[in-house]
Protein backbone atom coordinates (compact mmCIF):
# COMPACT_ATOMS: atom_id res chain seq x y z
CA UNK A 1 0.00 0.00 0.00
CA UNK A 2 1.14 3.11 -0.93
CA UNK A 3 -0.83 5.87 0.22
CA UNK A 4 -1.24 6.71 -4.00
CA UNK A 5 -4.13 4.64 -5.53
CA UNK A 6 -4.29 4.87 -9.11
CA UNK A 7 -7.42 3.75 -11.38
CA UNK A 8 -7.57 1.98 -13.73
CA UNK A 9 -4.75 -0.10 -13.56
CA UNK A 10 -5.33 -1.02 -17.24
CA UNK A 11 -6.46 0.95 -20.15
CA UNK A 12 -6.27 0.67 -23.84
CA UNK A 13 -8.01 3.77 -25.89
CA UNK A 14 -8.40 4.02 -29.51
CA UNK A 15 -7.24 7.60 -30.93
CA UNK A 16 -10.61 8.99 -31.30
CA UNK A 17 -11.78 7.91 -27.49
CA UNK A 18 -11.87 10.07 -24.52
CA UNK A 19 -11.05 8.45 -20.81
CA UNK A 20 -9.62 9.96 -17.55
CA UNK A 21 -6.88 8.31 -15.38
CA UNK A 22 -7.48 9.19 -11.41
CA UNK A 23 -5.49 9.28 -8.73
CA UNK A 24 -6.01 9.49 -5.02
CA UNK A 25 -3.72 9.89 -1.86
CA UNK A 26 -4.34 9.77 1.42
CA UNK A 27 -1.38 10.71 2.98
CA UNK A 28 -2.55 14.53 3.19
CA UNK A 29 0.13 15.81 1.00
CA UNK A 30 -0.51 19.10 -0.79
CA UNK A 31 1.22 18.62 -3.62
CA UNK A 32 0.45 16.33 -6.80
CA UNK A 33 2.25 15.29 -10.09
CA UNK A 34 1.10 13.43 -12.81
CA UNK A 35 4.58 11.63 -14.92
CA UNK A 36 4.97 9.97 -18.01
CA UNK A 37 7.01 6.53 -17.82
CA UNK A 38 8.01 5.45 -21.56
CA UNK A 39 10.20 2.64 -22.37
CA UNK A 40 14.20 3.43 -22.27
CA UNK A 41 13.48 7.05 -21.28
CA UNK A 42 13.65 9.15 -17.66
CA UNK A 43 10.59 9.39 -16.02
CA UNK A 44 9.11 12.54 -17.66
CA UNK A 45 7.19 15.28 -15.10
CA UNK A 46 4.01 16.58 -16.98
CA UNK A 47 1.90 18.50 -14.57
CA UNK A 48 2.29 19.53 -11.13
CA UNK A 49 -0.63 21.17 -8.47
CA UNK A 50 0.54 22.76 -5.12
CA UNK A 51 -2.67 23.41 -2.72
CA UNK A 52 -5.20 22.62 -6.17
CA UNK A 53 -3.12 25.24 -8.08
CA UNK A 54 -1.48 23.98 -11.24
CA UNK A 55 2.35 25.33 -10.62
CA UNK A 56 3.90 23.23 -13.81
CA UNK A 57 2.64 22.43 -17.55
CA UNK A 58 6.25 20.94 -18.72
CA UNK A 59 4.82 21.59 -22.33
CA UNK A 60 2.72 18.47 -22.25
CA UNK A 61 0.41 18.71 -25.90
CA UNK A 62 -3.38 19.44 -25.11
CA UNK A 63 -4.69 15.93 -25.60
CA UNK A 64 -4.09 15.71 -21.56
CA UNK A 65 -5.72 17.96 -19.61
CA UNK A 66 -5.08 17.42 -15.98
CA UNK A 67 -7.72 18.13 -13.40
CA UNK A 68 -7.15 18.63 -9.79
CA UNK A 69 -10.42 19.15 -7.86
CA UNK A 70 -8.62 19.34 -4.09
CA UNK A 71 -5.50 17.81 -2.26
CA UNK A 72 -6.66 14.68 -2.19
CA UNK A 73 -7.67 13.91 -5.60
CA UNK A 74 -5.97 14.58 -9.27
CA UNK A 75 -7.67 14.05 -12.80
CA UNK A 76 -5.50 13.60 -16.34
CA UNK A 77 -8.51 13.79 -19.20
CA UNK A 78 -7.32 12.23 -22.29
CA UNK A 79 -8.97 12.91 -25.56
CA UNK A 80 -7.69 12.10 -29.63
CA UNK A 81 -4.09 10.46 -28.18
CA UNK A 82 -1.80 9.24 -30.44
CA UNK A 83 0.19 5.58 -30.77
CA UNK A 84 3.27 7.42 -29.20
CA UNK A 85 1.29 8.63 -25.93
CA UNK A 86 1.19 4.86 -24.82
CA UNK A 87 3.10 4.62 -21.32
CA UNK A 88 3.40 4.01 -18.02
CA UNK A 89 1.57 6.95 -16.26
CA UNK A 90 2.39 7.91 -13.18
CA UNK A 91 0.89 9.97 -10.46
CA UNK A 92 2.53 11.55 -7.25
CA UNK A 93 2.30 13.38 -4.20
CA UNK A 94 4.56 15.02 -1.62
CA UNK A 95 3.78 16.85 1.29
CA UNK A 96 3.72 20.09 0.36
CA UNK A 97 4.94 21.41 -3.04
CA UNK A 98 8.39 22.50 -1.81
CA UNK A 99 11.16 20.89 -4.27
CA UNK A 100 12.85 18.67 -2.09
CA UNK A 101 9.64 16.54 -0.36
CA UNK A 102 9.84 13.60 -1.03
CA UNK A 103 7.67 11.88 -3.38
CA UNK A 104 5.39 9.08 -3.24
CA UNK A 105 4.02 7.15 -6.22
CA UNK A 106 1.22 5.47 -7.04
CA UNK A 107 1.75 1.96 -9.09
CA UNK A 108 0.47 3.65 -12.03
CA UNK A 109 -1.69 3.30 -15.16
CA UNK A 110 -0.67 1.06 -18.14
CA UNK A 111 -2.07 2.86 -20.97
CA UNK A 112 -1.93 1.57 -24.95
CA UNK A 113 -3.22 3.97 -27.63
CA UNK A 114 -4.27 1.64 -30.62
CA UNK B 1 18.55 22.71 -17.57
CA UNK B 2 19.77 20.01 -15.06
CA UNK B 3 20.45 16.88 -16.97
CA UNK B 4 21.30 13.19 -15.19
CA UNK B 5 23.02 10.23 -16.63
CA UNK B 6 23.08 7.02 -14.72
CA UNK B 7 24.88 3.85 -15.54
CA UNK B 8 25.29 0.73 -15.98
CA UNK B 9 21.87 0.71 -17.65
CA UNK B 10 22.10 -3.10 -16.49
CA UNK B 11 24.07 -4.38 -13.38
CA UNK B 12 23.61 -8.00 -12.89
CA UNK B 13 25.34 -9.70 -9.28
CA UNK B 14 25.43 -12.66 -7.61
CA UNK B 15 23.31 -12.61 -3.97
CA UNK B 16 25.99 -11.28 -1.16
CA UNK B 17 27.98 -9.38 -3.87
CA UNK B 18 28.01 -5.45 -3.62
CA UNK B 19 26.22 -3.59 -6.53
CA UNK B 20 26.83 0.15 -7.12
CA UNK B 21 24.91 2.36 -9.51
CA UNK B 22 26.85 5.91 -10.73
CA UNK B 23 24.88 9.24 -11.25
CA UNK B 24 26.71 12.36 -12.81
CA UNK B 25 24.58 15.91 -12.99
CA UNK B 26 25.28 18.76 -14.82
CA UNK B 27 23.38 21.69 -12.24
CA UNK B 28 26.31 22.44 -10.18
CA UNK B 29 22.59 24.60 -8.13
CA UNK B 30 21.46 21.05 -7.69
CA UNK B 31 21.41 19.92 -4.01
CA UNK B 32 18.80 17.14 -3.53
CA UNK B 33 19.99 13.84 -4.35
CA UNK B 34 17.26 10.84 -4.44
CA UNK B 35 17.16 7.05 -5.26
CA UNK B 36 14.12 5.26 -6.13
CA UNK B 37 13.53 1.51 -6.66
CA UNK B 38 10.74 0.62 -8.90
CA UNK B 39 9.72 -3.42 -8.75
CA UNK B 40 7.88 -4.80 -11.63
CA UNK B 41 4.19 -3.82 -11.68
CA UNK B 42 4.90 -1.01 -9.23
CA UNK B 43 5.20 2.77 -9.07
CA UNK B 44 9.33 4.12 -8.12
CA UNK B 45 9.44 3.86 -4.13
CA UNK B 46 12.01 6.41 -2.57
CA UNK B 47 14.84 4.32 -0.83
CA UNK B 48 17.14 7.36 0.47
CA UNK B 49 18.49 10.83 -0.35
CA UNK B 50 21.02 13.21 0.25
CA UNK B 51 21.19 16.69 0.80
CA UNK B 52 24.19 18.51 -0.26
CA UNK B 53 25.42 19.23 2.67
CA UNK B 54 26.80 16.08 3.35
CA UNK B 55 28.78 13.71 1.91
CA UNK B 56 27.57 9.93 2.58
CA UNK B 57 24.43 8.70 4.11
CA UNK B 58 23.57 4.94 5.30
CA UNK B 59 20.69 2.96 6.10
CA UNK B 60 21.30 -0.50 6.67
CA UNK B 61 22.62 -2.44 3.38
CA UNK B 62 21.94 1.27 1.02
CA UNK B 63 24.33 4.16 1.21
CA UNK B 64 24.88 7.37 -1.02
CA UNK B 65 27.43 8.79 -1.53
CA UNK B 66 27.72 12.86 -3.29
CA UNK B 67 31.05 14.46 -4.69
CA UNK B 68 29.91 18.03 -5.25
CA UNK B 69 32.96 19.10 -6.78
CA UNK B 70 32.72 16.21 -9.43
CA UNK B 71 29.24 16.31 -9.84
CA UNK B 72 28.35 12.77 -9.13
CA UNK B 73 27.26 10.88 -6.47
CA UNK B 74 26.67 6.26 -6.39
CA UNK B 75 23.95 4.03 -4.37
CA UNK B 76 26.00 1.31 -3.04
CA UNK B 77 24.09 -1.68 -2.09
CA UNK B 78 25.76 -4.48 0.36
CA UNK B 79 25.01 -8.18 0.87
CA UNK B 80 22.32 -7.80 -1.98
CA UNK B 81 19.62 -10.20 -1.81
CA UNK B 82 17.33 -11.36 -4.85
CA UNK B 83 14.31 -9.25 -3.27
CA UNK B 84 16.65 -6.44 -4.29
CA UNK B 85 16.58 -6.63 -8.15
CA UNK B 86 14.53 -4.47 -9.30
CA UNK B 87 15.11 -0.71 -11.69
CA UNK B 88 16.75 1.84 -9.80
CA UNK B 89 16.54 5.52 -10.81
CA UNK B 90 18.30 8.58 -9.28
CA UNK B 91 17.29 11.78 -9.67
CA UNK B 92 18.67 15.49 -9.03
CA UNK B 93 16.53 19.02 -7.87
CA UNK B 94 18.06 22.58 -7.19
CA UNK B 95 15.75 22.55 -3.94
CA UNK B 96 16.40 26.46 -3.62
CA UNK B 97 14.54 26.79 -6.61
CA UNK B 98 10.80 27.29 -7.22
CA UNK B 99 10.63 24.10 -9.26
CA UNK B 100 7.81 22.51 -7.31
CA UNK B 101 8.96 18.57 -7.40
CA UNK B 102 11.21 19.08 -10.81
CA UNK B 103 13.23 16.14 -10.06
CA UNK B 104 15.15 15.10 -13.37
CA UNK B 105 15.34 11.85 -13.27
CA UNK B 106 18.52 9.18 -14.53
CA UNK B 107 18.01 7.01 -17.37
CA UNK B 108 17.39 3.45 -14.74
CA UNK B 109 19.67 1.22 -14.10
CA UNK B 110 18.11 -2.61 -13.65
CA UNK B 111 19.54 -4.43 -11.50
CA UNK B 112 19.69 -8.38 -11.04
CA UNK B 113 20.71 -10.53 -8.38
CA UNK B 114 21.14 -13.62 -8.80
CA UNK B 115 20.63 -16.38 -6.28
Known amino acids: ETGVTQTPRHLVMGMTNKKSLKCEQH?????MYWYKQSAKKPLELMFV???????ENNSVPSRFSPECPNSSHLFLHLHTLQPEDSALYLC?????????????FGNGTRLTVT | GENVEQHPSTLSVQEGDSAVIKCTYS??????FPWYKQELGKGPQLIID?????GEKKDQRIAVTLNKTAKHFSLHITETQPEDSAVYFC??????????????FGQGTILTVHP
Open chain 1, 27 to 31: LGHNA
Open chain 2, 50 to 54: IRSNV
Open chain 1, 92 to 104: ASSRSGTANSPLH
Open chain 2, 91 to 104: AALNAGGTSYGKLT
Open chain 2, 27 to 32: DSASNY
Open chain 1, 49 to 55: YNFKEQT
